[in-house]
């Protein structure tokens, strides 16, 4: 069954609008989550169900040290689940099973939101009774050195299953062991993988001269999903919180087979478009269903975003950048880009052309565009480009001279809008990804500056996942990039310089740079005075 967005009904092609709120449907009495305060999910006792990625998970009984645990009678529509073999072990010269490292299972319940359930697993039939005895040693022995409040929450949500996964129920056999020794079941009810766990502070210099990827995993990062199905949980009350026009630009299409990356919308009329102060572009990369996400997915971070083309050349489509993203190492994912700067293109409403641009090799890619009104008061009337990027060498700064614009007379806001990413490694600090490339905008009399001090963090990036980075991809994700992190949208810098301008004159903007303490690379850029009634 094909996953495309969440609680949301598909268009049947292109270019059509969609003004559907997609909210669940209300009960009488409404449960909310103790995690989060948001209405708990409910379960789905007939659905399509499956035992591949994002398939529905069917109702399920595993007999645990503690007694029968059985699925649909556990479900809250609150909780995380996660299942966890013995298979997954420190590294592949390593094979000490993940669930029986007391010190990992800490950290677990450290990392872990409250509401996940952690089931551990033989993964063979021999030997079960020594694998539950192991497993149970274990896990007491890391509640052991929790508090007592702490110890008895874990105690309740951390399952030993005294079965091996050949005895379980079919389907819980076969996502055990397709892809990688477990899943997981998010608060959707539907199953997931767990990507990596290969941990960014155990790096081993053995398993690197061995030819191995070098950095041995930790039972402690199967927390890592669920942090990001809260998420997911939480930018879907967003959605649900506002009336938002749909328009679909692509649809469950595979970009690598088609290769097509240009469409056209035909947006409602400018008075319509004026009601809006808030555009989101919704961008979902999933992979072949049939085998796992490692090999299936793109393999490397890089960037794709979506562009506005000329309307008086719709091959044109350079200049103007209206989101960006950057892809993950080996996995899908879903991202929500604020693209509200932007607005003021579109105020004219009728027909633009678009284009997605990027990596798209190994994705299936739905699009879409959503409209609505926040209560912001702002009214979209007019948008001038500013600087573009380029190389980061003695010529950027001449190549991006001071630049003057004449603000329209009834501009109540006048927004400064930055999106910035570094790229490539053109010098020993490794720049522009990993430096801390600044970018000072003055006009009138301040400067705005796009910084990126956390350069260095090693977790930078992981620590994000709260906010939308995917989790345990196939490769470095865990640094802290310039701007950006490996599966997640870049975000705009957005600076209010109304008061550094005056309506129905013109405003002087210069652009420098801390190029000679820092060069190399590529710098991305895209920058635009946004100006609202």
């Not at 069954?1 to 270019?15: E, I, K, Q």
């Not at 398939?55 to 996660?82: H, I, K, Q, S």
Request: hydrophobic residues 35%.
């Amino acid at each position: 069954m094909r996953w495309v967005l969440l609680l949301v009904s598909m268009a049947t092609g292109c270019d059509q609008s969609d003004n559907e709120t997609d909210k669940p449907e209300e009960t009488e009495t409404e449960t909310l989550c103790s995690e989060d305060d948001l209405p708990a999910i409910p379960l789905n006792r007939d659905g399509q169900f499956g035992d591949g990625r994002r398939d529905l998970a069917a109702d399920f009984t595993l007999p645990t040290d503690r007694g029968e645990w059985r699925f649909f009678e556990a479900f809250t529509g609150c909780d995380n689940y996660v299942f966890v073999t013995d298979d997954r072990v420190l590294s592949p010269i390593e094979d000490e099973p993940l669930i029986w490292r007391v010190d990992d299972i800490v950290s677990l319940t450290e990392k872990s939101p409250r509401n996940t359930h952690y089931f551990f697993i033989a993964d063979d039939d021999d030997g079960i009774e020594a694998f539950v005895e192991t497993t149970r040693d274990a896990v007491d022995a890391a509640l052991g050195q929790l508090d007592d409040d702490v110890k008895a929450h874990f105690d309740a949500h951390i399952h030993v299953v005294t079965a091996g996964r050949p005895d379980l129920e079919d389907w819980v056999n076969d996502a055990l062991v397709r892809p990688d020794e477990g899943f997981a079941i998010d608060r959707y009810q539907r199953i997931r993988e767990l990507g990596q766990l290969a941990d960014v502070q155990r790096y081993s210099a053995t398993l690197n001269n061995g030819g191995y990827w070098p950095w041995q995993n930790n039972l402690s990062y199967a927390a890592h999903p669920p942090i990001y199905f809260n998420f997911e949980r939480q930018r879907e009350a967003r959605l649900e919180q506002t009336d938002w026009t749909s328009y679909y630009l692509l649809v469950d299409e595979d970009l690598a087979g088609t290769g097509r990356n240009r469409f056209t919308v035909d947006l409602p009329d400018a008075e319509t478009m004026a009601g809006y102060d808030t555009m989101l572009v919704d961008l979902t990369h999933l992979c072949d269903t049939g085998s796992q996400e490692f090999g299936n997915c793109d393999a490397w971070d890089a960037i794709q975003d979506l562009w506005l083309c000329n309307p008086d050349d719709p091959t044109d489509c350079g200049d103007l950048e209206l989101a960006r993203y950057i892809t993950t190492y080996h996995r899908e994912g879903r991202w929500l880009a604020d693209a509200s700067p932007m607005l003021p293109l579109l105020k004219d409403g009728g027909p633009h052309t678009m284009q997605l641009r990027g990596a798209r090799v190994g994705h299936d890619v739905t699009l879409r565009l959503l409209f609505g009104n926040e209560g912001k008061e702002k009214i979209p009337l007019g948008i001038e480009p500013l600087w573009r990027g380029g190389s980061f060498n003695e010529n950027y700064e001449a190549n991006h001279p001071p630049i003057q614009v004449d603000v329209p007379a009834d501009a109540k806001t006048v927004e400064l809008v930055v999106i910035v990413t570094g790229h490539g490694f053109g010098s020993g600090d490794n720049c522009a990804e990993f430096c801390n490339h600044e970018h000072d905008f003055a006009i009138g009399a301040e400067t705005f500056s796009a910084t990126h001090p956390d350069i260095g963090d090693q977790l930078g990036c992981l620590n994000q996942i709260g906010q939308g980075t995917v989790p345990n991809q196939y490769g470095t994700w865990w640094f802290n990039r310039s701007s950006w992190c490996p599966g997640k949208e870049v975000d705009p810098w957005v600076w209010d310089v109304t008061s550094q301008v005056t309506p129905g004159q013109t405003a002087t903007i210069e652009y420098t740079t801390n190029y000679g303490q820092v060069t190399g690379g590529s710098i991305v850029l895209s920058s635009y005075l946004v100006f609202w009634k």
